[in-house]
């Protein structure tokens, strides 16, 4: 990614942070809940999920099997990541496309999804806390199927925009099981955030593999969750550095940015981790 200039970035413009949701502001991830709901909706068997569940898995786990075996790079590889994301986008894709086929996100109306999503989405602690009382706006960017759906679980917490994949309806409001895949890849992540930057200077919070890129375009990127989450491994293998933030550390977010900057004007980007909501309010609140 190439580095943005910061000088006075930081204080001439406004913070946006951008999350992404399953497993990063959700205790768990969800997309597995949306279809089981459309699964009951329909009355039809929860097979077919499962089913294609198990493909996902068989796919994704050589996928990430194959980041090369030798010893973590010492210089950043940018393009041996973007090489590795590339395939990991292909298997995600091909995995969407068979649930597309297979029509089990049919059957939806928006209001179930909301119910679906009030009753049986729970939040990672305290993130519902720290995400009320931001110093500055919030944005979704997440590669969930549905906006309803992340609307619906995030509440009461104020949300300035979602960007995400979502659910197609027929006319009649049903789902129709086609999916407007808007926020697919790490690439679209990392594009979005890019776009976002005109405007202002970002944090962004992920744990996955499919952040990755946009949490190295942000201006302050932070990975969510302990030591051996996925974004984590893989940044290590292709030599982004991680800095761990820890609670009896005061730090700012002109701070961590203005260190990020300086990181990635020496071509070693840095991201930083945090495996609580409690430690991410103390900068973010």
Not at 21 to 31: C, E, M, R
Not at 76 to 92: E, M, W
Not at 128 to 147: D, E, F, I
Request: overall charge negative.
């Amino acid at each position: 990614m190439a580095a943005r200039s910061m000088g006075s970035h930081a204080t001439r413009r406004p913070w946006l942070l951008c999350a992404d949701f399953d497993d990063t502001i959700s205790a768990k991830d969800t997309i597995q809940d949306l279809a089981l709901l459309a699964c009951a909706a329909r009355g039809a068997s929860s097979a077919m999920w499962s089913q294609l569940s198990q493909q996902y898995m068989d796919e994704y786990t050589p996928a990430m099997a194959s980041i090369p075996r030798t010893s973590p790079s010492v210089a950043y590889d940018h393009s041996g990541l973007a090489t590795f994301l590339r395939t990991f986008s292909a298997v995600d894709k091909s995995s969407i496309d068979r649930v597309v086929a297979s029509r089990v996100l049919a059957g939806l109306s928006h209001a179930a999804i909301a119910d679906g999503a009030t009753s049986l989405v729970t939040l990672q602690p305290d993130a519902a806390s720290v995400l009320s009382q931001l110093s500055m706006p919030l944005a979704l960017v997440s590669s969930n199927w549905s906006c309803d759906w992340l609307a619906a679980s995030m509440g009461d917490i104020p949300v300035a925009a979602i960007y995400a994949n979502d659910l197609v309806f027929g006319d009649n409001g049903i789902s129709t099981g086609d999916l407007a895949l808007r926020m697919q890849s790490p690439f679209q992540k990392a594009q979005r955030v890019t776009t976002l930057q005109d405007n202002a200077s970002i944090v962004y919070i992920g744990d996955g593999v499919n952040d990755l890129l946009a949490l190295l375009a942000a201006d302050v990127g932070i990975v969510f969750g302990n030591p051996n989450a996925s974004a984590s491994r893989v940044a290590r293998r292709f030599g982004v550095r991680l800095v761990d933030l820890v609670d009896e550390k005061a730090f700012s977010v002109a701070a961590l940015a203005a260190h990020a900057a300086t990181a990635k004007a020496e071509n070693a980007p840095l991201l930083f981790r945090a495996p609580s909501w409690h430690i991410l309010g103390r900068f973010l609140r």
